[in-house]
């Protein structure tokens, strides 16, 4: 991959938060080992969506990103800004570029404030416009996400979750940045919202050249929306590439157990009986060998001592496992459904 | 065909604040076999959940209050029992789960003990016999190492375990209906796989009828045998899950089903169905689907249409109502 063209490096990075400790007097010294070595290179305008299941450290990435977690070892950088070294002049010149969207919308606005005042608020803190100009910005903003500009008079508690979720994002957009964090921002909302928050982010990625690191669980919302995809599990990426790429011929076995695992809405296409055993182990003590090994069909007697594999990349699309690309089954419901007319009586 | 085992008509629930009254149910009627699994499907205030609480007289705020409606089980009328007698049927002969089952169990009594008070809560019989009862229930919701297990309390449990222990702790009264309330939105979608799975297990094992509430028509196509779509408190479409998804006849399941990204869906914009649901407050006159409804027509802002068959058991609340299948027409508009 060409590195110049990284908006954002992220290298070997690890985070472990210690946790109090377990046995006589605490004297036992734990850590959650939220992410364990995890590279990924982003380029400016691409959209990446990181998914996995819970534990499994996307959001500690998402945080990580913007400097927001103490980095317990590894680089992120982003546009040349060294975000891991806490610089205060670097950290303010990520605080002025990058955003992020939260996936509670009505927990993450004032309740004191109007969504107007919510947004000019982040207008005031960056000087993004001469104050006089503030009130004519905030209503182009509130326009910009889809929102009547009246509904800016309005708390939260008089908004909807899908309206709050807008003024959220109205609030990202405030600072122009070159990059947004949207951790589970649809994930709270109603089915009939969602798509509408997922069409405004294409919207906007197009009419803004927007860089967005999108954090789902839900696969279905990433195929959609992502150019490319990283599925994480246990503080580690496992397998990254194009998104079409990932879903038709996935190289983990973990990736091709989640897209199992997704109930489709056509009853022909039935959900296996069992997808996947077990849960996720805790990532207070990870398994030795390849972590994903306790749950894998395909594992060997190697996987359950060896260093876990190490990110192999082949056609611009990598995955950490042994098995050769092809040693999958292709999922059932990877190939787009045909399109119907739909006219027919 | 044999009667149903809970047949529910009318049921309404009226929301008062001072002088005001809105019903956030209104006139819901729904009928549930033996052994079959109806899945309730509607957005948030749509009332799915809030008619479940009122079938088992669960209503969370003295501001709610049952304003109609008949509930039949098994023939017998049980709307107009009195509470004392409500209580044999209410966790015994119907049992509930919950999306959130940490907040449902008790945090400092173990697992096993909690079923085995249920057990002889339920069917009385020696200390001894509910821990054994407890166990095996245990066992048979696919906890490893049951008899290890039962003595762990919740917290020690990971999300997926502690429904299943929700599921066995349903299940110590051997109850005939289980009404389940979103049980797998807060679990990761391998886990979720697993307690379908588990859901379907026990309905075949024991002729169970269940009532799954949820916003997922993913999860109804796979798991239920009939749908009930709500908006805004109503009934919009009722019928056999193949017949609703191949042709649905209301224009907001034909809606929600546009909306799905489906995993196969390809990149590009999703169909929408515009505006908010309706608050309970402010619930519009006529058809209440009509504000956000390309199919209006004239008398939906004024009239409210009856539920007209469409199919066999396949009934749709309409006044202009979807004319083609729609099942794999997921196209990007």
Same mark, same amino acid.
């Given at each position: 991959?060409?590195?110049?063209?990284?908006?954002?490096?992220?290298?070997?990075?690890?985070?472990?938060?210690?946790?109090?400790?377990?046995?006589?007097?605490?004297?036992?010294?734990?850590?959650?080992?939220?992410?364990?070595g995890?590279?990924?290179?982003?380029?400016?305008?691409?959209?990446?969506?990181l998914?996995?299941?819970?534990?499994?450290?996307?959001?500690?990435?998402?945080?990580?990103?913007?400097?927001?977690?103490?980095?317990?070892?590894?680089?992120?950088?982003?546009?040349?800004?060294?975000?891991?070294?806490?610089?205060?002049?670097?950290?303010?010149?990520?605080?002025?570029?990058?955003?992020?969207?939260?996936?509670?919308?009505?927990?993450?606005?004032?309740p004191?404030?109007?969504?107007?005042?919510?947004?000019?608020?982040?207008?005031?803190?960056?000087?993004?416009?001469l104050?006089?100009?503030?009130?004519?910005?905030?209503?182009?903003?509130?326009?910009?996400?889809?929102?009547?500009?009246?509904?800016?008079?309005?708390?939260p508690?008089?908004l909807?979750?899908?309206?709050?979720?807008?003024?959220?994002?109205?609030?990202?957009?405030?600072i122009?940045?070159?990059?947004?964090?949207?951790?589970?921002?649809?994930?709270?909302?109603?089915?009939s919202?969602?798509?509408?928050?997922?069409?405004?982010?294409?919207?906007?990625r197009?009419?803004?050249?927007?860089?967005?690191?999108?954090?789902?669980?839900?696969?279905?919302?990433?195929?959609?929306?992502?150019?490319?995809?990283?599925?994480m599990?246990?503080?580690?990426?496992?397998?990254?590439?194009?998104?079409?790429?990932?879903?038709s011929?996935?190289?983990h076995?973990?990736?091709?157990?989640?897209?199992?695992?997704?109930?489709?809405?056509?009853?022909?296409?039935?959900?296996?009986?069992?997808?996947?055993?077990?849960?996720?182990?805790?990532?207070?003590?990870?398994?030795?060998?390849?972590?994903?090994?306790?749950?894998?069909?395909?594992?060997e007697?190697?996987?359950?001592?060896?260093?876990?594999?190490?990110?192999?990349?082949?056609?611009?699309?990598?995955?950490?496992?042994?098995?050769?690309?092809?040693?999958?089954?292709t999922p059932?419901?990877?190939?787009?459904?045909?399109?119907?007319?739909?006219?027919?009586? | 065909?044999?009667?149903?085992?809970?047949?529910?008509?009318?049921?309404?629930?009226?929301?008062?604040?001072?002088?005001?009254?809105?019903?956030?149910?209104?006139?819901v @009627?729904?009928?549930?076999?033996? &052994?079959?699994?109806?899945? +309730?499907? #509607? %957005?948030?205030?749509? $009332?799915?959940?809030? =008619?479940?609480?009122?079938?088992?007289?669960?209503?969370p705020? @003295?501001?709610?209050?049952?304003? &109609?409606?008949?509930?039949? +089980?098994a #023939? %017998?009328?049980?709307? $107009?029992?009195?509470? =004392?007698?409500?209580?044999?049927?209410?966790?015994?002969?119907?049992?509930?789960?919950?999306?959130?089952?940490?907040?449902?169990?008790?945090?400092?009594?173990?697992?096993?003990?909690?079923?085995?008070?249920?057990?002889?809560?339920?069917?009385?019989?020696?200390?001894?016999?509910?821990?054994?009862?407890?166990?095996?229930?245990?066992?048979?919701?696919?906890?490893?190492?049951?008899?290890q297990?039962a003595?762990?309390?919740?917290?020690?449990?990971?999300?997926?375990?502690?429904?299943?222990?929700m599921?066995?702790?349903?299940?110590?009264?051997?109850?005939?209906?289980?009404?389940?309330?979103?049980?797998?939105?807060?679990?990761?979608?391998?886990?979720?796989?697993?307690?379908?799975?588990?859901?379907?297990?026990?309905?075949?094992?024991?002729?169970?009828?269940?009532?799954?509430?949820?916003?997922?028509?993913?999860?109804?196509a796979?798991?239920?045998d009939?749908?009930?779509?709500?908006?805004?408190?109503?009934?919009?479409?009722?019928?056999?899950?193949?017949?609703?998804?191949?042709?649905?006849?209301h224009?907001?399941?034909?809606?929600?089903?546009?909306?799905?990204?489906?995993?196969?869906?390809?990149s590009g914009?999703?169909?929408?169905?515009?505006?908010?649901?309706?608050?309970?407050?402010?619930?519009?006159?006529?058809?209440?689907?009509?504000?956000?409804?390309?199919?209006?027509?004239?008398?939906?802002?004024?009239?409210?249409?009856?539920l007209?068959?469409?199919?066999?058991?396949h009934?749709?609340?309409?006044?202009?109502?979807?004319?083609?299948?729609?099942?794999?027409?997921?196209?990007?508009?």
């Amino acid at each position: 991959m060409n590195r110049a063209a990284s908006l954002l490096e992220v290298d070997d990075l690890v985070l472990h938060f210690p946790v109090s400790g377990g046995g006589a007097l605490g004297l036992w010294r734990r850590s959650v080992k939220a992410l364990n070595g995890v590279s990924l290179a982003i380029r400016r305008g691409e959209t990446i969506g990181l998914v996995g299941e819970s534990g499994s450290g996307k959001s500690t990435l998402g945080r990580a990103i913007l400097g927001l977690e103490p980095v317990t070892s590894g680089h992120v950088a982003f546009a040349g800004i060294d975000v891991t070294a806490g610089r205060r002049a670097d950290l303010a010149r990520l605080r002025r570029e990058t955003a992020m969207v939260f996936q509670d919308p009505s927990n993450a606005l004032n309740p004191r404030l109007t969504a107007g005042e919510a947004i000019a608020e982040v207008l005031r803190v960056h000087r993004k416009v001469l104050p006089a100009e503030i009130p004519a910005r905030v209503s182009e903003l509130l326009s910009l996400v889809g929102l009547d500009p009246t509904l800016g008079n309005r708390r939260p508690q008089a908004l909807s979750g899908g309206q709050c979720q807008r003024v959220g994002i109205a609030r990202a957009l405030a600072i122009e940045p070159t990059m947004i964090v949207a951790d589970e921002c649809v994930a709270a909302l109603d089915v009939s919202i969602q798509g509408q928050i997922i069409n405004l982010f294409i919207d906007l990625r197009e009419r803004m050249n927007l860089t967005l690191v999108f954090i789902a669980h839900d696969l279905a919302v990433v195929r959609r929306l992502c150019d490319r995809v990283a599925v994480m599990y246990l503080g580690r990426i496992v397998e990254e590439g194009p998104t079409e790429a990932v879903f038709s011929a996935p190289r983990h076995p973990y990736t091709a157990a989640l897209i199992r695992s997704i109930p489709e809405i056509d009853p022909d296409i039935v959900l296996p009986d069992a997808p996947m055993q077990g849960e996720p182990p805790s990532p207070l003590s990870l398994p030795a060998g390849c972590p994903f090994h306790p749950r894998c069909p395909h594992a060997e007697a190697r996987c359950h001592a060896d260093p876990p594999p190490s990110l192999r990349r082949r056609d611009d699309h990598g995955w950490a496992c042994i098995l050769e690309p092809g040693a999958l089954p292709t999922p059932l419901n990877a190939s787009p459904i045909p399109i119907a007319t739909g006219e027919s009586a | 065909m044999s009667a149903p085992l809970l047949r529910v008509e009318g049921l309404t629930v009226e929301s008062r604040a001072g002088e005001a009254a809105t019903r956030i149910v209104d006139g819901v @009627s729904f009928a549930l076999r033996r &052994g079959e699994i109806l899945g +309730l499907v #509607g %957005e948030s205030g749509s $009332g799915k959940t809030m =008619a479940c609480r009122a079938l088992m007289r669960l209503l969370p705020s @003295s501001r709610l209050a049952l304003a &109609g409606g008949s509930v039949e +089980l098994a #023939g %017998e009328e049980i709307m $107009g029992l009195p509470e =004392a007698a409500f209580r044999s049927i209410r966790g015994r002969r119907i049992g509930m789960i919950f999306q959130n089952p940490a907040s449902h169990l008790d945090p400092v009594m173990r697992i096993g003990e909690q079923i085995a008070e249920s057990v002889r809560f339920h069917q009385g019989g020696r200390r001894r016999q509910a821990n054994e009862k407890a166990v095996e229930l245990l066992r048979q919701v696919g906890i490893p190492d049951p008899a290890q297990r039962a003595a762990a309390f919740p917290h020690e449990f990971s999300g997926g375990m502690r429904q299943r222990a929700m599921i066995a702790l349903a299940l110590a009264s051997d109850p005939e209906i289980l009404i389940a309330d979103e049980p797998t939105t807060a679990l990761d979608v391998t886990v979720q796989a697993q307690i379908l799975r588990l859901l379907k297990e026990i309905r075949d094992s024991r002729g169970l009828s269940i009532i799954f509430i949820t916003h997922d028509l993913g999860v109804v196509a796979q798991l239920c045998d009939s749908i009930c779509v709500l908006y805004g408190g109503r009934v919009c479409e009722i019928g056999p899950k193949r017949e609703v998804l191949a042709h649905p006849r209301h224009p907001y399941t034909a809606g929600l089903m546009a909306c799905q990204p489906g995993t196969a869906g390809g990149s590009g914009r999703l169909r929408t169905i515009p505006g908010y649901p309706p608050a309970s407050d402010a619930l519009p006159s006529g058809c209440r689907f009509h504000p956000r409804c390309s199919h209006a027509v004239s008398p939906c802002a004024e009239v409210q249409p009856p539920l007209d068959p469409f199919a066999p058991d396949h009934l749709a609340a309409c006044h202009n109502p979807v004319r083609q299948a729609s099942l794999r027409t997921r196209e990007t508009a």
